[in-house]
């Protein structure tokens, strides 16, 4: 038996327990074994794969239209996501959030974080997204030479990442 | 933070969390966990530009060099880009890096302390990855560790945190406490017995996940099972602790303790036979691969923990484990080996620590 990945002899047989129809087995040469086994122990793909397919199956024919829906912070579209099964920045959780929602459900059986949270926290989702966009200006001020911009994008960014400057504790209000 | 890691000599030391020691160590190899955290002002890393990698690498070195916590300033600090090839394959086999983050691209790096107990990835999949690892079956000591270095970076870094969706991650599969706790099991007993299916099925229903390395038929198994967690949202951190903990892994400890107590009883000389069997051939082989290696170090684990074999501590097993692997052997020799040279060097690698002669150094 050959490697699922390459010409090698597969010397490693490996079971897969998250498929919801059943254990997977898998056959790997030597050096894609450990790949696949220094990864997390949970397969994100596996699982992802399989509740979109769920979800999409729902969705029918505005599976198109989801697929272009663009995040406007990091410009992830949803295809891209589907195809990685990775998001682009924090703001996806609020952007895509009616889109990614039945799938935390199937995921997880639950769309509400009850465990620990930090002590400070960036506050809101816009509140992210707009540090996000302030980072990304400063380095295209850099890029041009801008410094006094930049310099200036640098302190609103420590202002907002600062629990004691004024401005993040505005910011720390839940959305 | 140190900044000048002596691979040479990290290749002749084994971490701490090898010791062999600890509750269940006959069974349990070791406690994993970790926690998945990004920087509130960047995006993911599947999304950031060079420039972004830098500053999440340069901004997170910066703040952990703030910290006056005395553990933290004797940390090691590597820069994993400008790493050789073999020296990042070292740090995989030691578990204090994925391979993922080993073999990708741009600014990256690992901060760990001297005796392998935490690990911090910095760039992986996550912007960081905190991860700490005890010896036996040790969840409390595990988990307050790994939240103890979670606040204390916290003081110094925005996380991305959502109040209904809490951690943000990359992939919404570690979402909420981004936690993952995994129990590594030695479990021979239960693979001879080929029991092992009826464990992965009781396992299945209860949202955690059993992964294992196994050979079929007529090929090599290192009996080596991983149980961790397979949800992240929706439940406190101390249930998912516990999930895995006191409900999971002890059953599953029970399963093989029983598995090997009937093997004792009822096949004592084929068992015997198998154990000196393994030792026979890690004792007299001229070339060996790194999979047969494991199956028959296995195999003498076994042996060692049911009192077959008395002239052996389940340490050297560990350190072997550790040191016959492809990175370390070549660390050792202080050069690097073709397959063929590998498989040989390896041999007598083994001959000579089974033979008492080797040095087992701890951190």
Known sequence: ?175 | MKRDADFDKLARYTGQWMRGEGPESDIVISTRIRLARNLADFPFIRRCSDEDRLSIERTVRARMESLTDNNWSAAQYVDLEPLSEIDRQLLVERQLISREIAEADGSRAVAFDAAEGYSVMVNEEDHLRIQVMKSGLDIKNTWEQVNRIDDMLEEVILYAFHPRYGYLTACPTNVGTGLRVSVMLHLPALVITEQMDRVFRSMQRINVTVRGLYGEGSQYTGDFYQVSNQITLGHTEADLLALVGEEVAPRIIEYERKARESLLKNNRDDLHDEVSRAMGILNTARKISSEETMHHLSKIRLGISMGLIDQLDVKVINQLFLQSQSAHLQKLQGRILGRAERHARRASFLQHHLAGKGDTTWN
């Open chain 1, 1 to 175: 038996m050959k490697c699922q990945f390459c010409e090698k002899p597969a010397t490693f047989h490996i079971t897969e327990l998250t498929d919801p129809g059943g254990p997977q087995v898998m056959h790997f040469c030597e050096e894609h074994a450990k790949g696949f086994l220094h990864k997390e122990a949970s397969p994100p793909m596996t699982a992802i794969a399989s509740a979109l397919a769920k979800q999409l199956g729902q969705v029918g024919d505005d599976l198109e239209e989801l697929d272009q829906k663009e995040c406007p912070v990091c410009g992830i579209s949803f295809f891209e996501f589907r195809n990685s099964g990775r998001l682009g920045c924090p703001y996806d959780y609020t952007h895509f959030e009616s889109d990614l929602r039945p799938l935390l459900i199937n995921v997880h059986d639950s769309t509400e974080h009850i465990g620990k949270r930090p002590t400070r926290s960036a506050g809101t989702a816009d509140s992210l997204a707009k540090m996000i966009g302030l980072r990304r200006e400063m380095e295209e001020a850099i890029e041009r030479e801008d410094y006094e911009r930049a310099s200036e994008i640098r302190d609103e960014l420590k202002a907002m990442e600062d629990p004691i400057a004024p401005k993040s504790t505005e910011s720390d209000t839940t959305s």
